[in-house]
């Protein structure tokens, strides 16, 4: 089993509709919680990142943290076709290192 | 700031030739990575430094991988001989500080090709 589990899409939305994703993981030594996001044919780019349980806003963009369920989410309010890319959960452990999930693709459509 | 270098942007090659990528990472970073992305497995770790020193290689695949980082501006992921099965992107990725939150910064990626 892997250590983080995220569905790979992909998921299609009209655009304004609210986008949901989500990532489980099983180590409990996972203490930050970031989401990337990778356009097409480009490198990964930090979205956001929290480390408690509860929720966290950035503009459009809400993450969200449940260590009691190891369930993490990302909801992107009011989608825009520039939306469209791939979003991947990132579990950091004390170092620094960066466990990724599969990553989910998202496509949001006019 | 020019961000992550990586060259080439694309090599195609053939099952046992020697493979070569390149990347530069943003100048004042103190560590660099290199991560390997495929359909199947993911985003993974391959190998990171810190102040151009090796500190975990446990990621690399096999003995066919090697890297190098012999100053601070350049570093290297050689694959050699190469084999169909490492068809994937690689990414240099770099960062400043040791904290668990400093932010890592991705190259644009080198797609590989092996035939």
């Known amino acids: 089993q892997k250590e983080v589990e995220q569905d790979p899409g992909p998921l299609s939305v009209p655009e304004g509709a609210i986008v949901s994703l989500n990532c489980t993981y099983s180590n409990s030594a996972f203490q930050y919680f970031m989401w990337y996001r990778q356009y097409s044919r480009k490198g990964p780019e930090l979205l956001m990142y929290t480390y408690s349980s509860g929720n966290k806003e950035d503009g459009r963009f809400t993450a969200q943290v449940d260590k009691s369920s190891k369930y993490i989410s990302l909801f992107i309010r009011d989608s825009q076709p520039s939306d469209s890319a791939t979003y991947l959960c990132a579990m950091v452990e004390s170092w620094g290192k960066l466990q990724f999930g599969a990553g989910t693709q998202v496509v949001v459509t006019p | 700031d020019a961000g992550v270098i990586q060259s080439p942007r694309h090599e195609v090659t053939e099952m046992g030739q020697e493979v070569t990528l390149r990347c530069k990472p943003i100048s004042g970073h103190d560590y660099l990575f290199w991560y390997r992305q495929t359909m199947m497995r993911g985003l993974e770790l391959l190998i990171y430094f810190n102040n151009n020193v090796p500190i975990d290689d446990s990621g690399m695949p096999e003995d066919r991988f090697s890297a190098k980082m012999p100053n601070a501006s350049f570093s290297t992921l050689k694959i050699q001989p190469s084999e169909p099965r490492d068809s994937a992107v690689y990414f240099c990725?770099?960062?400043?500080?040791?904290?668990?939150?400093?932010?890592?910064?991705f190259g644009p990626g080198t797609r590989l090709t092996v035939l």
């Open positions: 990725a770099s960062r400043r500080g040791s904290g668990s939150l400093d932010t890592q910064y």
